[in-house]
């Protein structure tokens, strides 16, 4: 007899890889005659959340942003309804290849925060899985070539399948605590990401000349946070840099603005942080390392936030977009290969 009544796998995914993760495990299930549903919770409705007898198993999975879900999925665990179900904890990270050696990503405290949430609401943990596909991070590193993408996306199937087949027949997976140690030494990052992410990261991106205003990147934004502003996309505060727009742009016009976050961090370091310090490095508000750290990060995130209205102001003229493209690391050939997640055959 199958051990679960029915498999219900809630997910977000920018790029695909997490979609393709919870389609992975949903075959799986059915394969085993455990009916399957996947809810991708941007999309969830009310009956989607409804109370499962405890012979369901629910699984979420997401992408890891800046070593913990990405605030989307943190926000969605919060508000999930009380239950006594088990529950699988997966993530997808960012696997690279050193000849067939797959480099593990960091998945911080994704798995420990949302474990503690849901186990407070009576949930009982079964397994902790991260799987390990092409990063989609082309904002921090080139994109990957098609060789690696395709034999990272066939070995995590297999694993995938592997993981699935167990936990699915009843059994336990928690060697992702092997990592513990490392995962408690980059925590602190994980705090950090949360502001950075929206403040810096989801302020760095842009449209170049190639846009024709084709408004898909506003349609199809996962989380909404993509308005057209003077005809060009503008990225609010609750972007979760989660790829898509860049991915999917069919005229490849969305970048990110490496040389006008170089730009500022001189600027900001050598003429703010220096003003801070002489104008108030001896009050009290620098009583300690903490409000001195917390005042200039803050200041640096808030004036960055500006910078980036300014920037798309200026970005109307054809001269400054051009300067701005060609100081874009994802402009170039050698960089910029957008990622999608395969669909096909895998
Ligand atoms: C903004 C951002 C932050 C990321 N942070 C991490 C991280 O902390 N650790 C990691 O291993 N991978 C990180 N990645 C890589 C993604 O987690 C990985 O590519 C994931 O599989 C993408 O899933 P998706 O296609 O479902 O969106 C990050 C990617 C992005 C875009």
Redesign the pocket.
């Known amino acids: 007899m199958a051990a679960f009544s029915q498999l219900v796998i809630y997910y977000?995914?920018?790029?695909?890889?997490?979609?393709?993760v919870a389609r992975w495990l949903a075959k799986c299930a059915e394969e085993r005659g455990i009916p399957a549903r996947t809810v991708n919770i941007v999309q969830c409705t009310e009956a989607d959340l409804a109370v499962q007898p405890e012979t369901t198993l629910i699984a979420f999975c997401?992408?890891?942003?800046?070593?913990?879900y990405?605030p989307v999925m943190q926000a969605f665990i919060r508000r999930f309804p009380k239950g006594k179900n088990p529950v699988l904890l997966l993530?997808?990270?960012?696997?690279m290849l050193i000849g067939k050696w797959i480099t593990?990503?960091?998945?911080?405290i994704t798995f420990y925060l949302s474990a503690l949430i849901l186990s407070l609401k009576g949930y009982r943990i079964k397994a902790m899985f991260p799987?390990?596909?092409?990063?989609?991070?082309i904002?921090v590193h080139p994109g990957l070539n098609d060789r690696t993408v395709r034999y990272l996306h066939e070995r995590n199937k297999e694993r995938v399948r592997k993981f699935a087949h167990r936990t699915l027949g009843g059994r336990t997976d928690f060697r992702s605590l092997r990592e513990l140690v490392q995962d408690v030494l980059i925590s602190p990052v994980?705090i950090g990401?949360y502001f950075a992410?929206r403040y810096f990261?989801a302020k760095t991106y842009y449209a170049n000349m190639a846009c024709n205003g084709c408004n898909l990147c506003v349609l199809q934004c996962p989380v909404q946070a993509i308005k057209m502003v003077d005809n060009r996309p503008f990225w609010r505060l609750k972007c979760?840099?989660?790829?898509?727009c860049m991915s999917y742009c069919p005229q490849k016009a969305i970048e990110t603005a490496h040389g006008s976050a170089a730009a500022f961090a001189v600027l900001f370091s050598v003429i703010v942080w220096h003003a801070i310090e002489v104008n108030f490095g001896a009050s009290q508000l620098f009583v300690n390392d903490y409000s001195n750290f917390a005042i200039k990060w803050g200041s640096a995130l808030a004036l960055f936030v500006a910078w980036y209205r300014m920037l798309h102001y200026v970005l109307r003229y054809q001269w400054f977009n051009k300067a701005l493209t060609y100081t874009s690391l994802t402009f170039y050939r050698f960089w910029g290969r957008r990622?999608k997640?395969l669909k096909k055959n895998v």
């Open positions: 977000f995914s920018g790029t695909g890889n997490s979609a393709n997401s992408p890891v942003h800046g070593f913990n990405p993530n997808t990270r960012a696997g593990p990503g960091l998945s911080g799987v390990d596909l092409p990063s989609n991070w904002s994980s990401y992410g990261i979760e840099s989660c790829m898509h990622y997640a």
